[in-house]
């Protein structure tokens, strides 16, 4: 593939929000004070998105999860001591209104760690419809404006998009 085609796919990936951006990746090995934990957490079911809320804002905070399972939370936190790890349990996640329980667990060695999801044999991006929002099953219907693609699920889709592309309102 020549450069400008890869340039406009990966141009669109990013649009589409197919690909959420770009990063380095350090091996935790060489950082100084630099401790990984995961901490189970059961919630309140009539709470978890205010939970999920202040989880999510937090500067020790890398990833939330919601799970099934024993537990409804995997947070994921880096702290740089025990001590810190101790303050971000008694204080920050105790001030949390609607955490029943947690479990915590440090991590002492990464033995194999591959960020974000990987793309398989059977496996595939969803597309979805520009108008309506449902996730397109089979062939999409596509429309090309000033380099970008839009996908449709069906006809009256389509006509939809049609018209108000006509009429200069394109559809966000």
């Known amino acids: ?25 350090l091996n935790p090995r060489y950082i100084s004070g ?6 189970w957490i059961n919630v309140k079911p009539s709470e978890i998105t205010q939970v999920v809320n202040k989880l999510v804002d937090m500067e020790e ?3 939330v999860y919601r799970i099934i399972g024993e537990h409804d939370l995997l947070v994921r936190v880096v702290v740089q001591s025990y001590a810190d790890l101790d303050e971000f349990i008694s204080r920050r996640l105790s001030s949390i209104r609607g955490i029943l329980s947690l479990r915590t667990n440090m991590v002492i ?16 991006l969803r597309v979805y419809c520009a108008v309506c ?12 404006i ?19 592309t006509a009429m200069g309102r394109l559809i966000k």
Request: proline content about 6%; glycine content about 10%.
């Open 146 to 164: 000033d380099e970008k693609e839009y996908y449709l699920c069906c006809s009256t889709c389509a006509s939809y998009f049609d018209k108000k």
């Open 1 to 25: 593939m020549s450069v400008p085609t890869i340039r406009q796919r990966l141009s669109r990936l990013l649009s589409e929000g197919v690909i959420r951006g770009f990063t380095v990746l």
């Open 34 to 39: 630099y401790h990984d934990v995961f901490i």
């Open 61 to 63: 905070v890398l990833g």
């Open 133 to 144: 929002g449902k996730e397109i099953d089979g062939r999409p219907i596509k429309r090309r």
């Open 109 to 124: 060695n990464v033995l194999k760690d591959n960020p974000g999801p990987r793309l398989m044999p059977g496996m595939g």
